[in-house]
């Protein structure tokens, strides 16, 4: 049970600092913008894939920001 409580309170705390991140979203340019995005949708799929642990998360919050940045360039 610990695991779980664990896992949501990780994947709350990732939304809300992506979400402060997106405080100041007007002036951030289209490829800023995917790579904020991506890293929370990778950050939040890394936490699912490795039950909350902290490699993951952050691992999956790194590969989605590049992924999102590379995205973005082409916009």
Known sequence: MKLATFTKLGAISLLAFTMAGCSSWDNMSSRQKSAVTGAG????????ISNGGILGTV????IG????DQVGKNR
Do not use: M, W
């Open 41 to 48: 949708i990778g950050g939040v799929g890394g936490a699912v």
């Open 65 to 68: 920001g590049v992924i999102g």
């Open 59 to 62: 691992g999956g919050a790194a």
